[in-house]
């Protein structure tokens, strides 16, 4: 194991859990299966945190691409811009059919949700809001 459960999961403050998972990401550590199922288990509402799990999982599920798709929107970390979109490996195109998609399943399937899944794709639409007003 490579990272500190007890930092992820239940750590002193915020802080102390973006640090782990900064220091994991920043050094790109090989994460077991064990360290991605905690990772996956982490409720963490920081956008730079969802983002820093979602490039460390690099999984293609729908709360994980809402997940990288919240880290390819962050405004001052562009390491982190960067290997979002880079796992994404998606067009401008497709990135707007996942929206689409993604913004279906919040709408549609909103009760069969977990109360962490519509957390994320609450706070990757309240980002997409806000970029678009900005424009």
């Given amino acids: 194991m490579n990272l500190d ?3 992820i999961l239940n750590p002193n403050s915020d802080y102390e859990r973006h640090s782990e998972l900064t220091r994991l990401f920043e050094k790109q550590i090989e994460l077991t ?3 991605l199922n905690l990772l996956n288990a982490c409720k ?3 956008y730079e ?4 799990i979602g490039c460390l999982l690099k999984e293609d599920s729908n709360i994980n691409n809402a997940r990288l798709l919240i880290a390819s929107l962050h405004q001052y970390n562009d390491n982190l811009v960067d290997r979002a979109i880079q796992i994404l490996n998606r067009t401008d195109t497709e990135i ?3 929206i689409e998609q993604l913004s ?3 709408i549609q399937e909103a009760d069969e949700l977990s109360e962490y899944e519509n957390k994320v794709y ?10 678009e007003e900005t424009e």
């Fill in 122 to 131: 609450f706070i990757l639409f309240e980002l997409l809001s806000d970029l």
């Fill in 104 to 106: 279906i399943r919040f």
């Fill in 44 to 46: 963490t509402e920081s």
């Fill in 33 to 35: 299966q064990e360290d």
């Fill in 49 to 52: 945190s969802i983002g820093i």
């Fill in 96 to 98: 707007k059919t996942l």
């Fill in 5 to 7: 459960k007890q930092k």
